[in-house]
Every structure is written in C-alpha cells, then in structure tokens.
C-alpha cells in the first residue's frame, strides 16, 4: 500500500469544533464507562459451559458442531469432510495444521494450501474448492462465532469462496462472547502492535431474509458451516 | 436532489402508499417479525442481564463521541493515513461524488461492486458514476433486486421489504431468469449472477456501520456475504461514512455492535461482523492494494452543538420503523426521503432542509414507540416536536397564508362581539357541508382532516349557552370566578 494521505481535514474539522463549542482537536480521554452490562454475560462459565452455549446457538444459525480431542482429530476431520462430500479442498497456510499433527491428512486429501507466491490461482482454487479448511483465532460462545484474523496467509478466501467452511475451533480459544473478543484485539493494539488486517467474526452459513423475510441459507458466502471444537487444554 | 425518492408532495406521496394494499400488508407483516425478534432478542433474552443498561451505555458512547467528534475524527484519520490508507473528507455532496469520481478515473475503473450502504444511496454515488460511464452493480440482495427494478429503498435494513417474491421474479426474468419464484431459487440465480462480477471488479465501494478511531479501522456489519467480496477482491477500495459513525476503541464497538445486531434484526451477531484496518497488502492476495475513506458531512454538521444533536447517536438500526404505526400504514416510498420512519423525519429535515422535508415531522402519532425502542434512547419523539415547532414558526416555507389565517383569527378571538358572531354564523356557513350531523368532505384546510376522518358538525348552541341552560334547570344560580379563585353569585 502507497504511503497515507489525509484532504481537507482542517476546514473540516474546524466546523465541527466550532459547533460543539470548543477548539478543534481539543485533547479527551475516553472515560471509563458508567454503564458495562458486557462483562457480566456468562461470566464464570466453564469451558465445558461455554461448548455447550455454542452447541446451542449453533443450532439456531444452521451450523453443526463436533467435537472431538487432539488424538482422535485427524480421524474427526477426515469424517467430516467426507460428510460434506470431499471433493476440492483449501486450507489456510497456517502452521497450526502442521502442529496438530494434521499434515499427512491434507496431504492424503490432496488438499491445496494457500500460497500467495501463487496469486491469483488461489482464488480460482477458493471459487471451484467445495470445501475450504480455516482454524479459529478467538471463538465466542454467545452466538457460536468464529472469530478469524485473516492476514495474506490465514487468508480470508478460504472461509468466503468454496460451498463448505469447516473451522477447526481451539478449545483454548473460546471466550463467553465479543466483548472478551474486543478486549484481545484492545490489548494487541495497547501494545502498539497492528491488529490483524481483515478481522472477521463469522456465524454460520451466509444468509438473507430479503425476499419476504424467508430465510435464505447460503447466498454469497458458504451454503453450510461446520465447526470442529478441539479439546486441547 | 440526492436523498430524495419519488416526486411526490407528502400528502399526495402518503395517498398513493396507503392505496397500495399488498405494500401496506408487506410492511406490516415485515414490522410484526422484525419486532417480535427483536424483543426475544433484548429485553426476552435473559443471558444479556438489564437491556435498559445496555441502552444507557450506548448512549453514553455516543453522546460522548459526538461531543469530541472533531477529537475522534482526527485520531481515525491519522491511524488510516499512518497505515497507508487515504482519507477525504467531504463537507458537501458534491465534494463526496466528486471524490470517488477522480478515484475511479484515476484507476481507469469500469466495474464497480457495492454493498449495501445508505449514506452511498444519501449522495447518490450510484448516478454520479454511471454518468462517468462505470457499471456500478449493487450486491446485497435487496439493493440488487431494486437496482435491476430500478426502484428505490423503503427500509433502512431491509431494502425490498414492499416487493413480493413474484415481483422480485419479474425483475429476474429482465436478466434473463426463468426459475420460480421461491426465494431459495431467486437468490441462488443472484449468488451466481454476482460471483463473476465480483472477482472480476475493479473497485469495490462499501459503506461503514462503525469506524474505529484508535486503529483506523472500519466495520462492517452484515449478513449475506457480499461486503466480504467487495472488499476482498478488487484492487481499490472505498469506504463511505457519515462522519459521526465512529467508537473511540473496539471496547466500544463491542457494545454498539451488539445494539445494532440485537435491534435491527434480532441477531445475537450477523453472520459476518468485519473489521478492516489498511495494512501493507504488496503479498496478499484477496485484499485491496489502494484503500480510501470518505468522511462525510452534509449536513450533520447542523445538528452538532443544537437541540437536534441526539440525532446523530443513531446507529441505523431501524428499530423505531419496525414499532411506528405510521411507518406500518404508509411505508417507506411516502416519507420521499431515502430515510423513512421516525429517525428519517427527524434525521431529514436536518440534512435536507425543513422546504423539501418540513412536513415529515408530522408523520408520527406521537406515541413514543420509537423513542422506547431506540438502542441509543434517542427522544425520537420529542425532536419530532421540535421540528414542528421550527416548521410552525416558518422554518422552510412561506406563512403568507398561515400569517393572515393567524391574523385574523387572533383580530377575531380579541373582539367579544366578532367572536361571537364568528360562532353565531359558523354552523350557517358550514350547513350545505353537512350530513346526518358531520362534514364528510370539507374543503380548503377542512380538506386532509375529512379526508381521514368526519368532522362534526358545528352545534347551534354553543358551550357557554348550554351550559347557562343546563345551571338554570338545575337550580345553581350563575356564578363568576373572582380573581382569588372564589365564586360569588353573578349579578
């Protein structure tokens, strides 16, 4: 990306200021709230609490949920995969995969990883893939949300394009819902580091309701969603 | 002028609607399903603990935002320039159009996605590019099928809500459909229709529900997946907002989000909640190379630092047009404004001035629904009084009618003897109108009330004579109020 440029700010914010009464670009401190009610919800649930709650909301937003442990997971894969057909298959390049143990099944699988070295050959991969394989970054229980931080290898596509997402879901990575989520994000940018450049929070297949509010499953994104709970703690 | 839609005058807009019986039963049935969502959502979902807290802490966020906005403002835009990105702010339509104008140009840009987004609608981005010779494809379903019906927007979340499927069909078969008119059918012709176009685009234009000032990232909040398209696979990209649409932190996006998921459609989260922040993009492949931001005022500025300044909380959730009974019996399309509903006519005589849209704040029964249902505990209803107070008193219309109306009713009411004559010839006047005791067509400023309603006839025997008649009959002697308050017999 090109270096940023900022027009026409000064006139801009003068009005504003000069609205409101005081000098623009005077210097606040965001308080701390008086009203939090976030922090209370499911507060001081368990893990094995908090995959129960997704398992719930899974159901109201048409996404299955398996669970399974770290040594039966490539078997758990291999079955859900075959449950949604095989067929083409991407993955993210995330090292993730490698550590659990999961390389020999996407390599028997003839599973296609994503490599920008390739450029646009991946999206086409993505377009034609019937199945693409993503692993959650932060999970919110609340409304069974996979959380991703997509970047140029985690990348975005593999969750987007093909008919299928499976989302492998750290046990470890579940928090009750997006305020803890925030607060992950908050506390990497209150450490001067960049948050992720494509941050996405996904429930389940996409959807509309456009058409005389009849739910339609599946319209640009993925027809069906599946989430894999990995127990590794 | 941008925001309007339709050609109609108010009254003559709103006649037009209620006769429309399929749109008026549309609505309705939307509103009902919409609501009732909502209600499971919030106030029925006891895992979120006291909703009413949840209102007072967006409106906390927001009455503070709004307060330092200028101070937000420049934080956003230093963290999305210091991160590549290019930020314009525009005051004015035209400085908005012409910016994506000279970007597009720039980029030699033909093919332009767009999601979903009311401020582009508000600056008609759409028309301004088309007459650069781009083709600018809606993607959200509902915009598409009113792009390809060339129709315009009667709900702020759900766009198409007065089309049936059979309508929506009919607008299919224009690009060559031939399927039924289930909508599982209809929107798998759009998923196929819209895939190539998307990977295909040159630029992609979004709007913002939430910018983020600490990172200089933007939010997407959404359902169907083709803002995740538009900002994945074209190599520009442009973000509209309307400049008060920002959080200080993701903390606070945590509890906006919330409010507008639970509000607007009764989801504990849409299905794609998306945070984009401009990052250096050389390697990745499904991401923009070219990002921009274009702040918008046009008009909002009116608001800041006045009564009107609440307005501005608003999150777009249109949670005050799912509960409004006048909402429910004239739709969207009467309001001739691309915000309808309750926050549309209080939002659009601020932005389009009191002339075209001074009669809006008049489309409400007053009863408060709205301000109840806003997450933000806008008093929707209060500024609708207020905006009746500045019409009132001549705000964006002549009073030359209403002045002399006013004068001579007040030479009249000032005079014992006109007065009473004024009342005395009243029912004789008014006699060839009447029927079986009411005016059921009354003319000239009669006309609107007797067009909803009969008016009663003006009784021969007025209050004061009746009700002399009516002490007498009783025995009570006619008294006179003195000036303690006390009666005394009259004399």
Redesign the interface.
């Known amino acids: 990306?090109?270096?940023?440029?900022?027009?026409?700010?000064d006139?801009?914010?003068?009005?504003?200021?000069q609205?409101?009464?005081h000098a623009?670009?005077?210097?606040?401190t965001?308080?701390e709230?008086?009203?939090?009610?976030?922090w209370?919800?499911?507060e001081n649930k368990t893990p094995e609490q908090l995959v129960e709650i997704i398992k719930k909301?899974s159901e109201s937003?048409h996404t299955q949920v398996v669970e399974t442990n770290s040594a039966d997971l490539a078997e758990s894969l291999n079955h859900l995969i075959d449950s949604y057909g095989g067929g083409a298959i991407l993955a993210t390049s995330d090292k993730r995969f490698s550590e659990w143990g999961l390389s020999d099944v996407l390599e028997a699988r003839h599973v296609a990883i994503?490599d920008?070295l390739?450029?646009?050959e991946?999206?086409d991969l993505a377009?034609h893939a019937n199945i693409g394989l993503s692993i959650c970054d932060v999970m919110?229980a609340?409304?069974a949300?996979a959380g991703l931080f997509n970047?140029?290898d985690k990348?975005?596509?593999v969750s987007?394009l093909p008919v299928t997402s499976i989302v492998l879901v750290p046990k470890s990575t579940i928090v009750p819902r997006?305020?803890q989520?925030?607060?992950l994000?908050?506390k990497q940018?209150d450490a001067d580091e960049?948050?992720?450049?494509?941050?996405?929070?996904?429930?389940?297949?996409?959807?509309?309701?456009?058409?005389?509010?009849?739910l339609?499953v599946?319209?640009?994104?993925?027809v069906k969603v599946a989430y894999l709970i990995i127990n590794d703690r | 002028m941008p925001m309007k839609v339709g050609n109609l005058p108010f009254f003559e807009g709103v006649d037009k609607a209620i006769s429309n019986t399929y749109m008026v039963n549309a609505v309705s049935s939307a509103q009902d399903g919409l609501r009732e969502k909502k209600l499971k959502a919030t106030v029925g979902d006891e895992t979120l603990g006291d909703w009413e807290e949840w209102r007072r802490a967006g409106e906390e966020i927001r009455q503070f935002t709004l307060n330092h906005l200028d101070y937000y403002l420049k934080q956003l835009s230093d963290n999305f320039a210091a991160r590549g990105g290019h930020v314009y702010f525009a005051q004015t339509v035209e400085e908005a159009q012409n910016y994506v104008r000279k970007i597009v140009r720039s980029k030699n840009a033909k093919n332009i996605v767009k999601s979903k987004s009311m401020v582009t609608e508000e600056i008609s981005l759409n028309e301004a590019l088309e007459a650069e010779g781009c083709d600018v494809l809606e993607t959200d379903l509902a915009e598409f099928i009113l792009q390809v019906d060339k129709d315009r927007p009667s709900h702020i979340v759900v766009p198409s809500v007065h089309k049936d499927r059979r309508k929506v069909r009919e607008a299919f078969q224009k690009l060559g459909y031939s399927g039924s008119d289930e909508p599982k059918e209809l929107a798998a012709f759009a998923r196929k229709t819209l895939r190539e176009k998307f990977l295909h685009a040159d630029v992609g234009i979004t709007g913002c529900n939430f910018a983020v000032a600490d990172t200089g990232s933007i939010c997407l909040v959404t359902n169907e997946g083709n803002a995740n398209m538009v900002t994945s696979y074209p190599e520009t990209q442009i973000t509209v907002m309307g400049m008060e649409r920002l959080v200080p932190s993701w903390k606070e996006l945590d509890v906006l989000v919330t409010l507008l998921c639970r509000s607007s459609v009764g989801q504990r989260l849409t299905t794609y909640v998306t945070d984009i922040t401009p990052a250096d993009q050389t390697d990745t492949v499904d991401g923009p190379k070219d990002f921009h931001l274009v702040i918008v005022d046009a008009g909002r500025s009116r608001a800041l630092g006045t009564e009107f300044q609440p307005a501005l909380q608003c999150i777009r959730c249109a949670a005050c047009l799912n509960v409004c009974p006048v909402y429910r019996h004239i739709g969207g399309h009467a309001y001739g404004s691309i915000y309808p509903g309750p926050i549309g006519a209080v939002l659009s005589p601020i932005l389009g001035g009191y002339k075209e849209y001074g009669k809006l704040p008049y489309a409400s029964s007053l009863c408060a629904a709205c301000t109840e249902a806003c997450p933000v505990r806008i008093p929707l209803h209060e500024l609708l009084i207020k905006h009746r107070q500045k019409y009132v008193a001549g705000a964006g219309h002549p009073q030359t009618g209403e002045k002399i109306a006013m004068k001579a009713f007040g030479i009249g009411a000032k005079s014992p003897f006109l007065f009473k004559a004024g009342m005395k010839m009243a029912p004789i006047f008014l006699k060839p109108l009447v029927h079986d005791g009411s005016i059921s067509k009354g003319p000239g400023p009669m006309k609107p009330w007797t067009h909803g309603r009969d008016l009663p006839a003006p009784s021969k025997e007025n209050f004061r004579e009746w009700f002399k008649k009516h002490q007498a009959e009783a025995g009570n002697p006619p008294t006179t109020v003195n000036a303690d308050g006390s009666r005394s017999e009259a004399k």
Do not use: C
């Open positions: 990306m090109s270096n940023g440029t900022i027009e026409n700010r006139q801009f914010l003068e009005t504003i200021a609205k409101l009464g623009a670009g005077e210097a606040v965001t308080p709230w008086k009203h939090q009610p976030q209370a919800v499911y909301a937003i994503w920008t390739k450029g646009h991946n999206i377009a919110l609340e409304s949300t970047d140029k990348a975005r596509s987007l997006l305020t989520a925030m607060a994000v908050q940018v960049s948050p992720a450049p494509y941050i996405n929070f996904i429930s389940g297949p996409s959807n509309s309701a456009d058409i005389e509010m009849r339609v599946g319209v640009h994104g993925p």
